[in-house]
């Protein structure tokens, strides 16, 4: 059975910093790459992150440029997203997803979409 799970949301006053993991199974996590998604209410889901499978590949949306760390644990097949210097903007729910690469960068998928596993999603929210 392929699980994706978020963890890690929670609420947070701006400038400050949470860490997202997603932990994966039921499936060959290293042959995927990983991304994270968000959306908030009214707006379309976005790309914010993506990590290739072996790591070697990453975007991240201009938003959250500098902010945002994402990086994976291929031993414990996780991924994690570390956020700082959060702002209120970021309030949405993330999704962590995985899909293969099928030829494609890591930018592109992410910026495409995934079309593969997705999570259920976890709620970040930054207010004062």
């Known amino acids: 059975q392929v699980q994706l799970v978020e963890s890690g949301g929670g609420l947070v006053q701006p400038g400050g910093s949470l860490r997202l993991s997603c932990a994966a199974s039921g499936f060959t996590y290293d042959d995927y790459a990983i991304g994270w998604f968000r959306q908030a209410p009214g707006k379309e889901r976005e790309g914010v992150s993506c990590?290739?499978?072996?790591?070697?590949?990453?975007y991240y949306a201009d938003s959250v440029k500098g902010r945002f760390t994402i990086s994976r644990d291929n031993a414990k097949n996780t991924v994690y997203l570390q956020m700082n210097s959060l702002k209120p903007e970021d309030t949405a729910v993330y999704y962590c997803a995985a899909d293969s690469p099928f030829g494609l960068t890591v930018q592109a998928m992410c910026v495409m979409g995934f079309h593969g596993y997705w999570g259920q999603g976890t709620q970040v929210t930054v207010s004062s």
């Open positions: 990590i290739s499978s072996s790591a070697g590949s990453t």
